[in-house]
């Protein structure tokens, strides 16, 4: 089974600064007969189901702000804020599709 | 728009069994594969299975496989999802997600607004 690891486990960014997550998977979720990369980032604010930001690791969905986007192949990946607003604050989740459904452990972003 | 919308919250005692409840609405119920996942409080998200909603067939995480059933009434638009043998590390909000595609993996672009379940003696 895939095993996907994020980075940090929280952090703390002041409000205007980038923040960096990264996953990494335990193996490469890189489908070489389309070349695109099975892996999504999501935000979980408290209370709320998960809300998708980005798919195929760099496809921002439709109406997510462009302060997020996502960068990586095969087994390392990034998700960036690239200004930190105070609506950001929650805790974004790395999901692996290119098998059964894996989610990472979170990070949390709080502001500082 | 495109909404699915759970049923409310469950209390059980250990060893009963709980079904939830997914009505989806604001597309073609039968060309989205609807899958569930978990969360425990304070855990990570944990994917338990899907069905396609057309032809009915299921797959699920071996974790849960015997445990839980994924049906659905296409006449209703809506999926449900059994767990048997409820024990307290059961209690978990427990979501329903849409894939835009008929069978499979895939990113999910709709959630419901989750179930919590809460496993008591």
């Known amino acids: 089974d895939i095993v996907l690891t994020q980075s940090p486990d929280s952090m703390a960014v002041s409000l205007g600064e980038r923040a960096t997550i990264n996953c990494k998977s335990s193996?490469?979720?890189?489908?070489?007969?389309?070349?695109?990369?099975?892996l999504a980032w999501y935000q979980q604010k408290p209370g709320q189901p998960p809300k998708l930001l980005i798919y195929w690791a760099s496809t921002r969905e439709s109406g997510v702000p462009d302060r997020f986007s996502g960068s990586g192949s095969g087994t390392d990946f990034t998700l960036t804020i690239s200004s930190l607003q105070a609506e950001d604050v929650a805790v974004y989740y790395c999901q692996q599709y290119y098998s059964d459904p894996v989610f990472g452990p979170g990070t949390k972003v709080d502001i500082k | 728009q495109v909404q699915l919308v759970q049923s409310g919250a469950e209390v059980r005692k250990p060893g009963a069994s709980v079904k939830v409840s997914c009505k989806a609405s604001?597309?073609?119920?039968?060309?989205?594969?609807v899958h569930w996942v978990r969360q425990a409080p304070g855990q990570r998200l944990e994917w338990m299975g899907w069905i396609n909603t057309g032809k009915g067939y299921t797959k699920y995480s071996q974790k849960f496989q015997g445990r839980v059933t994924i049906t659905r009434d296409t006449a209703a638009s809506t999926v449900y999802m059994e767990v048997s043998s409820l024990t307290s590390e059961d209690t978990a909000t427990y979501y329903c997600?849409?894939?835009?595609?008929?069978?499979?993996?895939?990113?999910?672009?709709?959630w419901g607004q989750g179930t919590l379940v809460t496993v008591s003696s």
């Open positions: 193996q490469s979720v890189l489908y070489g007969s389309n070349n695109k990369n099975y």
């Open positions: 997600a849409r894939v835009k595609a008929v069978t499979g993996s895939l990113y999910f672009d709709y």
């Open positions: 604001g597309y073609s119920f039968t060309n989205c594969a």
